[in-house]
């Protein structure tokens, strides 16, 4: 490709609203477009980007056993209601009506429709295993877009599903499907760490997450610093700081003016947070859509509410916040709220911190008061004792209990979830096992964004310059700079014929042709990120040689002309070999 005919120009300037290193290089590289918030257009670029990205995956889920389909982007919301997820998916699933009135949905994942498409198509165990995968458009209504391709409301997205008859074969297609993300992840240069994971909306036994550490990601995990323990904090479990071994003392009120926080009510107390109970409300809605109704959960002092667990805790419903005004309505007072002789409309949840810790300082229910030695089982019982709280740096491995928990920050690459018969149950899918009898498959899915991995392989392979693309998935194999082709004839026809042989090699080439200055053609190599840059000039030409300099670093070195493609080539292939 000659860069006078490729589309799409550099920037020279960050644009304003890029929150990302991968977001401003995209940008400013001519790879992608905003059209509006969390759309994007991909420009010559960045869709060789994304297809070199699309090459691999497709390589790895055959090599696992998968079959590619098509599935549609419309679905009849029915599909939805059916399995629940309508409500589960709330605003962020896209919503339509055809013009004979049938509400529709634009796909976010297409858990409902491959089921479907399963259970027409096999109907015997001889039809099992199956792994069905697509590399198709999916959109999500998401209320705040962010970094670039990181976080968007319409994006290409790889699933895929499995069925199989029974469990121990769903572990079998699930392994499959784990190390395929791996290679996929080491393929395209984007290092990440399996953490377990909440399964959310999509459901299911278990899932894990493929996460790319970065500052700018959206999600935390926590990592043993001693075992291979890792988790999303939205799943991770944790040891929880023992407490005092006592005998539960008297009740006893103690006077707490203007004292509303735990952190200000340990101070005045004198106390460690650990030796207080934290009260925090919510409002949930029913799945059925009843009404919403009160949640009063409870976590010691020094732990906080984990609001992912308690929702699943709470069966899946939904959470917000109560607002004061709920709080009197409920029978409760702001900031001072007991646990004890709690209205029974209101269902109260504690942690499994709460049994375990004796005499705890709680609320008493009435402004400017609390209560000494409250104790769960004797002043008061939760509806539901479960693990609410969230895990953080320094609390101890659930594994091996002798290492500590470590934070970080991450953007998920990947998802891998046991379905089960979330799925195949509800919409009754059955085939007939070797004995004969009907059985319900279980399922297995599978997840990748590729525009993460496109943004994701930025932020991991960057510098000030631009981007330093992963030999793998690079638009093209090498830069070929040509200077001062306006003036000098023969660095030009040197530079056409180098374009040629390479070209006829079977490298893929990008040419700067242009009748630029040599600063602008070096920064947009730079900025640009091909791995491999070859410059012609004058003074090379009459050397006999040209100049070979590596993007990702490295001093450049003078290759005599002769030799210019074969080095190409085995650096390249060095440099292929190094991702596998």
């Known amino acids: ?6 589309f799409g120009r550099t920037l ?6 890029a929150e990302t290193a991968s977001h401003a290089l995209l940008l400013r590289g001519g790879y992608i477009d905003q059209l509006m918030a969390g759309v994007y257009s991909y420009l010559p670029l960045g869709w060789r980007v994304e297809r070199k990205v699309e090459r691999i995956i497709r390589e790895e889920m055959d090599a696992a ?46 858990e409902e429709v491959v089921t479907q498409l399963f259970d027409r198509h096999a109907s015997s165990y001889r039809d099992l295993p199956v792994t069905l995968y697509q590399i198709q458009t999916k959109f999500r209504d998401e209320a705040r877009p962010r970094g670039g391709l990181v976080r968007v409301r319409e994006f290409t997205m790889k699933d895929a599903y499995s069925f199989d008859v029974d469990e121990r074969g769903l572990d079998a297609s699930y392994d499959a499907m784990f190390h395929a993300y791996r290679r996929i992840f080491a393929r395209c240069g984007v ?29 935390t995990i926590v990592v043993c610093d001693a075992c291979d323990y890792a988790a999303n904090t939205e799943k991770a479990e944790f040891v929880r700081p023992p407490a005092a071994a006592e005998e539960p003392l008297p009740l006893e009120p103690v006077a707490t003016p203007g004292i509303t926080t735990i952190e200000d009510l340990a101070r005045f107390l004198g106390i460690d947070p650990a030796r207080t109970a934290k009260a925090v409300l919510f409002v949930a809605k029913a799945k059925d859509g009843a009404p919403e109704h009160p949640v009063f959960a409870v976590v010691r002092g020094d732990l906080a509410v984990n609001e992912v667990k308690l929702v699943n805790a709470l069966g899946g419903r939904e959470i917000r916040p109560m607002l004061d005004a709920e709080v009197a309505e409920h029978g409760l007072v702001a900031g001072y709220a007991s646990p004890i002789d709690a209205p029974r409309h209101v269902h109260v949840i504690a942690d499994l911190s709460i049994p375990a810790s004796p005499n705890l300082v709680a609320g008493a229910n009435r402004v400017g008061e609390h209560l000494r030695n409250v104790n769960h089982g004797r002043d008061w019982s939760a509806a539901t004792v479960a693990d609410i709280a969230l895990a953080r740096d320094e609390h101890r491995c659930p594994r091996c209990e002798g290492g500590t928990l470590r934070t970080a920050r991450g953007i998920e690459m990947g998802h891998v979830f046991r379905l089960g018969t979330t799925y195949t149950k509800p919409m009754e899918a059955r085939v007939l096992a070797a004995d004969g009898k009907p059985v319900t498959p279980v399922m297995g899915c599978y997840g990748i964004g590729l525009g993460r991995i496109v943004a994701a392989a930025v932020e991991a392979h960057h510098d000030e310059q631009g981007v330093a693309w992963p030999a793998s998935i690079a638009p093209y194999d090498v830069h070929l700079v040509g200077l001062a082709l306006d003036r000098d004839a023969a660095v030009r026809e040197d530079a056409e014929r180098l374009y040629a042989e390479l070209t006829e090699a079977g490298l893929e080439v990008l040419y700067d ?17 091909m791995p491999l840059r070859l410059t012609v000039s004058s003074r090379n030409l009459k050397g006999g040689a040209v100049e070979l300099q590596r993007r990702a670093g490295g001093a450049a070195e003078t290759v005599a002309r002769a030799d210019a493609v074969a080095r190409v080539r085995a650096l390249r292939e060095e440099m292929m070999g190094a991702l596998i």
């Open 1 to 6: 490709m000659r860069m006078s005919r490729l």
């Open 191 to 219: 290092p990440t760490v399996a953490v377990e994971a909440d399964s959310g909306a999509i459901g299911g036994k278990g899932s894990q997450e493929f996460i790319f550490v970065t500052d700018t990601g959206d999600d």
């Open 65 to 110: 056993g998968g079959q590619e389909v098509r599935l549609p982007v419309i679905q009849p919301i029915e599909l939805w209601e059916r399995t629940g997820r309508k409500q589960a998916m709330g605003d962020v699933l896209f919503q339509l009506i055809d013009r004979r009135e049938r509400p529709l949905a634009l796909g976010p994942t297409h």
């Open 12 to 17: 020279r300037e960050v644009p304003g609203d």
């Open 513 to 529: 042709d242009r009748e630029e200055s040599p600063g602008v053609k070096f920064n947009d190599a730079d900025l640009l990120g």
